[in-house]
């Protein structure tokens, strides 16, 4: 995928073992950034000790990245905005990452990797199930995961109001397998007499909405509920009633 990289140049200028080289109108040095090398650059062959290190620092950048883009979307996060936010070294951000877009992508598979292996266990076993036993399933795991990771129904949420090279990478990677699964499940509920009768895609977009938007906004959903959508309490109240929408 490709995307514009803004601060490219300006992130070459700090990268590791960047080789300085005269720009011919006497004043700027330029330089070529190169891959890193030397003692403790190569992750594949260092020590199990500085494995955990790199992983460590590629963990904290992750973290910081996701809660820059969360709050400020893609155009107002910068590497050097998540270095600081990650109390690292903009230098280790581009090692790990190379650039915002790479960054962006990392993040966001960071952030849904346990739910969509939990997604891939419910759609290789919904066959199994009834409609309305994979369907619940999935409602859970998305209500969960939405509370574990609320950042993701914000840079969604950002994401889906702009025709860019992002939403159509998260579509093809996340999106589109995620909603015809749903969509299916809907379908074949309704021809059991277990779910509602309705449009299966509004449907779908009901339960995004129901299952994301509290988490998104915690503070007003507490300012004028007085509960904390975080609890344990609320959490499971919030699948009920998502289930009552949903099932005959």
Request: aromatic share 10%.
């Amino acid at each position: 995928m490709r995307m514009a990289e803004s601060d490219s140049e300006q992130q070459a200028r700090e990268a590791p073992d960047a080789k300085p080289r005269k720009s011919g109108r006497g004043g700027r040095i330029a330089v070529r950034l190169t891959e890193p090398s030397g003692p403790g650059w190569d992750i594949k062959t260092a020590p199990e000790g500085k494995k955990r290190r790199g992983d460590d620092v590629r963990d904290r950048i992750l973290a910081a990245a996701l809660e820059c883009y969360a709050a400020f979307g893609f155009e107002g996060t910068s590497t050097r905005a998540v270095a600081e936010r990650a109390q690292v070294t903009h230098t280790l951000v581009l090692y790990h990452f190379q650039s915002k877009d790479q960054l962006w992508i990392a993040t966001v598979e960071e952030a849904l990797k346990s739910y969509a292996a939990a997604m891939k266990d419910n759609f290789d076993t919904a066959h199994e199930k009834t409609a309305r036993e994979a369907l619940s399933a999935f409602i859970e795991q998305f209500v969960r995961m939405s509370a574990r990771h609320p950042e993701i129904h914000r840079i969604l949420t950002m994401e889906g109001n702009q025709d860019t090279d992002r939403l159509q990478w998260i579509i093809d990677h996340f999106i589109r397998g995620h909603f015809t699964f749903v969509r299916e499940l809907i379908r074949r509920g309704q021809a059991e007499g277990t779910v509602r009768e309705c449009d299966p895609a509004r449907l779908y977009y009901l339960i995004i909405g129901a299952g994301g938007t509290p988490f998104t906004l915690k503070t007003e959903y507490k300012a004028l509920t007085g509960r904390d959508v975080f609890a344990e309490t609320e959490i499971l109240r919030n699948i009920a009633f998502i289930y009552e929408i949903v099932f005959a």
